[in-house]
């Protein structure tokens, strides 16, 4: 059995007019992945509202991550292909 690691980005803490240039970035380095989770944390919402308008905005689907089949809502699997 072969174990594959995601790449991921965490944004807390990140500005919210610095999101769409670091996913941007990100996203472009591992074009050649699968997926890639972001970490957007659960707070008031700012920082992963920002991360799912850019990725609608570019036309990427994603899912909330889940753990032993329970949803994660601050961390967003984005489908890359």
Not at 4 to 14: E, F, N, Q, R, Y
Not at 56 to 80: C, Q
Request: glycine content about 8%; proline content about 2%; cysteine-free.
């Amino acid at each position: 059995m072969s174990f594959h690691t995601i790449p991921s980005l965490d944004l807390h803490g990140k500005q919210e007019d610095e999101i769409f240039d670091l996913l941007d970035r990100f996203i472009r380095e591992h074009k050649d992945k699968e997926q890639v989770l972001l970490i957007v944390g659960k707070g008031r919402g700012i920082v992963k509202g920002k991360a799912i308008e850019y990725l609608k905005l570019t036309h990427y689907s994603w899912s909330y991550e889940k753990v032993r089949g329970i949803v994660n809502p601050g961390a967003l699997l984005v489908d890359l292909h």
